[in-house]
């Protein structure tokens, strides 16, 4: 167990990125859930008069500040215990941030799911995290925390009645209802413009390992094919998080010693139905995804993309973000008697990737302000920093439900 530090700071969190579409969401909700309690918050970006807008009356503190200026974030995290930071695409604003935050011992949280990013944050400011007491947390929204907290409590639960783990563990999107935002969509066309002049970008986001430290494990390339899963009883598409969520996940099991074992496998997929409209629609998503990920590495389509595609700021509207959900279920293996296998059900509502990450992200944030989480500093994932924590938070405080079936 390592010791917490206790660092003192003007705020408790700095929501770094206020007036974006995502920024504002997580606003609204830290108002509507912390707005009258001892935590202590503070709204930060580039323009003082957006900041101003996104006040509206409420008297929230405010901190200008552009990602770009390294100087003005250092002086940004040493304001905050935790900077919980929505400016992406990450890879073009969000180094300097976590520079900062690892130089000066600020904890972070995001909702970034760029994985060549990630690995190069890891492998340049590890070291710096590690010695100021920094806990670095990426990936706190729709990616990765259902597939890496799910993980978690099938893992606990399996040694918790059988003594081992789950020698694999299958993740399904059952049911999943939210939009798309400008900001998601200018992700990947940066990922895809930055690939240009350093094509190993995709090279490292497609290894199955990606952010382990030790490149090592049974799984291996992501399928993008069509299948009948006879666990599910249903046709399976290929998620189009997987490739984030999985990677995750194995970091995880790295960061806890390898509580999951050391061939434990992972993977995601998205149920279609069964029959012959599930066949169809599983092999037309498929279809659909492949020429998806393939057209934005071209410039000329690239533009077109981003011609049609939601532009920065904008996104579902309230009431799209309202009526949004998502089911998954999880099936963990017992490694050689599959009586004791187990299930796992997480319900979330509101939009996925905006409604519901927004909580996400926001109680991520508290946890890493508030809770006794026994991590030293350094970069982590949801589970293997806040596992227990986030179990408790997420379904008193943000509608984000673990029920095990019978």
Known sequence: MVQRQIVQ??????????????????????????????????????????????????????????????????????????????????????????EACAKHGTHYCDLTGEVHWMR???????????????????????????SDLGVFALQTEMLKRHGVPASQIKYLAR???????????????????????????????????ALND?????????TMQAHYDEDFSSWVAPFVMAPINTRVVRRSNELL?????????????????????GRLGAHAFSLGLRTFNVLPRFAGPRRLLQKIMPKPGEGPTPEQVEKGFFNIEMLAKH????????RLMIHG????????????LGESAVCLAQDELGVGGGFWTPASAMGTELLKRLPENADVTFEFAD
């Open 120 to 146: 190069d944050m890891i492998d340049a400011h590890q070291a710096a995290a590690k010695a100021s007491g920094a806990i670095i947390v990426p990936t706190c929204g729709f990616d990765s925390i259902p």
């Open 349 to 360: 509502k509101k939009d996925p990737g905006y409604g519901a990450t927004a909580k996400m």
């Open 335 to 342: 490694p050689n008697d599959a009586s004791k296998n187990l």
């Open 257 to 277: 010693n390898h509580a999951y074992g050391r061939e434990f496998r992972y993977d995601e997929g998205m149920a279609t139905g069964d029959g012959a409209k």
């Open 214 to 222: 030790q490149q090592a494990g049974l799984d291996g390339l992501d």
């Open 9 to 98: 700071r003007e705020f408790d969190i700095v929501i770094f990125g206020a007036t974006g579409y995502t920024g504002q969401i997580v606003v609204d909700y830290m108002q509507e859930q912390y707005g009258q309690s001892n935590l202590t918050w503070a709204i930060a970006g580039r323009s003082r008069e957006k900041l101003d807008k996104v006040n509206d009356g409420r008297g929230l503190n405010i901190i200008e500040a552009d990602a770009q200026d390294l100087s003005a974030m250092e002086a940004l995290v040493q304001k905050a215990r935790v900077v919980l930071t929505t400016v992406g695409p990450y890879a073009r604003y969000g180094s300097s941030v976590v």
């Open 175 to 209: 049911e999943t209802k939210g939009g798309f935002s400008g900001g998601t969509a200018d992700s990947m066309m940066a990922m895809m413009e930055h690939a240009e002049t350093r094509p190993e970008i995709l090279e490292i986001g497609a290894q199955p390992y």
